[in-house]
């Protein structure tokens, strides 16, 4: 791959400790040659990193979440350093940056490509999620009822206290806590999995890319809500039935040469 010359850093700064690891990070880039500019602002400024041969994320899975947007905008791969608890898409941890930052600068390293959710509401524009898209309760401790269709087949009418729709990426988040199925970061499909179904029989759906999942909110008593990557997916209440499918921009996550997905699940979920 080409080397890196020119380097973005987003900061969270209210993460202890990530601006002194990011004034690390900029130091070490700038006795390699590299420029760099950086922020503290978060989300960052816009179009901040246009023109930017990579984004460097201190913060944690939640930071660069944040970077989705800007990141797919203007194709810039993005390097997130570990600074939280489980930190699945970083690329390296603060322990491994003076190792692994040379590497990074002079071209030692992939981008992978990962999917991403296209979702919209009636009458409304696409939008994009990395992790997950979740359709919930408007009322803790209340059943929602909802029904689901694939290409205008209905699927099932479920009766629970949400639905996650998730990316591979997202598998390892809600996906997986809701009891549903882990996907290789490669593979092109949306894992529906039911939260605390009331029938015991209902469990995960795996879709492929090219269908289109519909959720049609049946007669609840509050607004569901629905959520991408943890924040609101609305500006105002959704108006059902939401369009989800595997859309075709991706997400560029820069990874070391070494890196292996199933050693970040052992780590990670303490496998055996």
Known sequence: MKPLKKIAIVINASKPGAVD??????????????????????????????????C?????????????????????????IRHGKLGFLATFSPEEMDESLPALFSGEYRI???????????GGES??????????????????????????????????????FST???????????????????????MMTPISAHTLTSRSVVFPAGLSLKVVALDN???PLVSADGQPAFIERPAFPVQISVSKEKFSLLELLNHSHFKVLRNKLNWG
């Open 21 to 54: 690891l990011a004034l690390r990070l900029e130091k070490i880039a700038d006795g390699y040659g590299v420029t760099s500019i950086k922020t503290s602002e978060f989300p960052c400024p816009l179009g901040f990193i246009k023109g930017i041969d990579a």
């Open 56 to 80: 460097f994320v201190v913060g944690g899975d939640g930071t660069l979440l944040g970077m989705m947007k800007e990141a797919v905008r203007y194709d810039v791969p993005v390097v997130g």
């Open 112 to 122: 992978r490509q990962l999917s991403m959710i296209g979702y919209c509401e009636a």
């Open 127 to 164: 939008k994009l999620a990395l992790n997950d898209l979740v359709v919930k309760s408007g009322t803790n401790g209340r059943l929602a009822r909802f029904s689901v269709y694939v290409d205008n087949e209905r699927i099932a009418d479920y009766a629970c206290d949400g639905i996650v």
């Open 168 to 190: 591979p990426t997202g598998s390892t988040a809600y996906n997986l806590a809701a009891g549903g199925p882990i996907a290789h970061p490669d593979a092109q499909v949306v």
């Open 221 to 223: 008593v509050d607004d």
